[in-house]
């Protein structure tokens, strides 16, 4: 696999991209007028596009796996309001699919480069720290110093607050 040097080489975000115009055309009539759906369906396209963006931008490959999987997640709720287009008679069945279609295959892009991202040798499993207190009676103060857990075992998504 290349290089990718800026977010807009990435082949998911691209997709998202394309994505996006055609929710963005899609509102600009006939569910125009269901502000709700068509003020959600917007934002759920443009948080794939901004969530994969964000998250290259990012610190860690921990963090940007974090993006990927809102952006992952945001996809899935726009799939869903396709369906509730659908129902609502903005889209044809056909249309619908089409959409949907195109939805799940960012999905899949997004899956694919997260697998690829935690196959790097240097991943990390996860970027949040941890709360520890320090034990030394001199340094403690009532803010907590963040320790990261060497332990693959003990780490999560979550932070622990540790004290001692």
């Known amino acids: 696999m290349s290089t990718i040097h800026k977010f ?3 082949e998911a975000w691209q997709t998202a991209r394309q994505l996006t115009k055609a929710v963005y055309d899609l509102t600009a009539s006939g569910s125009a007028r269901d502000f709700g759906l068509r003020d959600q369906m917007r934002r759920a396209a443009v948080s794939v596009m901004s969530n994969i963006a964000e998250g290259f931008e990012s610190r860690t490959n921990g963090l940007f796996l974090e993006f990927l999987g809102r952006a992952k997640a945001s996809a899935g709720e726009l799939r869903a309001q396709f369906y509730v287009a659908q129902d609502a008679g903005y889209l044809t069945p056909a249309q619908s699919q ?3 279609d195109q939805c799940e ?3 899949s892009q997004i899956s694919l480069f997260m ?3 935690k196959s790097l ?3 990390k499993c996860s970027s949040v720290p941890t709360f520890q207190r320090s034990n ?3 340094k403690r103060s009532n803010v907590p110093t963040f320790k990261r ?3 693959p075992d003990k780490r999560s998504n979550v932070p622990a607050f ?3």
């Open 8 to 10: 807009e080489e990435i």
């Open 98 to 100: 089409a959409l949907q």
């Open 105 to 107: 295959k960012c999905s």
């Open 115 to 117: 697998a690829y991202l």
């Open 121 to 123: 040798p240097n991943h």
């Open 136 to 138: 030394d009676p001199d």
């Open 149 to 151: 857990s060497n332990d």
């Open 162 to 164: 540790q004290r001692s």
